[in-house]
């Protein structure tokens, strides 16, 4: 069974770029679309986008010209770029796999803007 | 975009009851809908695809229905481990997009 797990610093300052990695277990990164998604405190979830292991991307328009989703070259992990944040972009942030449903997903890591 | 409204936004019921969630969509979504169950702290769990497919795995109280633009998410003798917030999710196009959630509690 799959299983996936977000990783990276959960204190990112504002202006300066958000950094996670979804690390993928239990399964292959290929044949699979992956997508990260966002819970901000107190408000509903937000898709950010997602990658097909060939590498074609699609993103929500909302977060298009901040967020870059990628794969590494060992396949093995999923990686998400927020730049330029804002205490806005404060919330757990989630990977998952599908293609429209999300059929597995991480345990979702928080991320807080803040100087 | 397609807006997703959910209703009610909480609700309180004691175990055994019967207990629907609504989902409205702002446009038609034919049955690309999904709800997913979300506790703090655990892996968010899909429960329902294509509005009524029972995710393998999942309990059979829970149940969905609808299609178009309203749709319903049911479970049918609410337990104690069911306590979660519940998030509808139209994935009839890009962006996709969630309900606000539906926070379920026992009374």
């Known amino acids: 069974q799959v299983q996936l797990q977000e990783s990276g610093p959960g204190l990112v300052k504002p202006s300066e770029t958000l950094s996670l990695t979804c690390t993928v277990s239990?399964?292959?990164?290929?044949?699979?679309?992956w997508s990260w998604i966002r819970h901000p405190p107190g408000k509903g979830l937000e898709w950010i986008g997602y990658?097909?292991?060939?590498?074609?991307?699609n993103y929500n328009p909302s977060l298009q010209s901040r967020v870059t989703i990628s794969l590494d070259r060992s396949k093995t992990h999923v990686s998400l770029r927020l730049s330029s944040v804002t205490a806005a972009d404060t919330a757990v942030y989630y990977c998952?796999?599908?293609?429209?449903?999300?059929?597995?997903w991480g345990q979702g890591t928080l991320v807080v803007v803040s100087s | 975009d397609i807006q997703m409204t959910q209703s009610p936004s909480s609700l309180s019921a004691s175990v055994g009851d019967r207990v629907t969630i609504t989902c409205r969509a702002s446009q038609d979504m034919s049955t690309y809908l999904a709800w997913y169950q979300l506790k703090p702290g655990k892996v968010p769990k899909l429960l329902i695809l294509a509005a009524s497919t029972l995710k393998s795995g999942v309990p059979s109280r829970f149940s969905g229905s609808g299609s178009g633009t309203e749709f319903t998410l049911t479970i049918s003798s609410l337990q104690p481990e069911d306590v979660a917030t519940y998030y509808c999710q139209n994935y009839n196009r890009v962006p996709w997009t969630f309900g606000q959630g539906t926070k379920v509690e026992i009374k």
């Open positions: 998952a796999r599908g293609y429209g449903e999300l059929e597995s």
């Open positions: 239990g399964g292959s990164i290929n044949s699979h679309y």
């Open positions: 990658i097909y292991y060939r590498g074609t991307t």
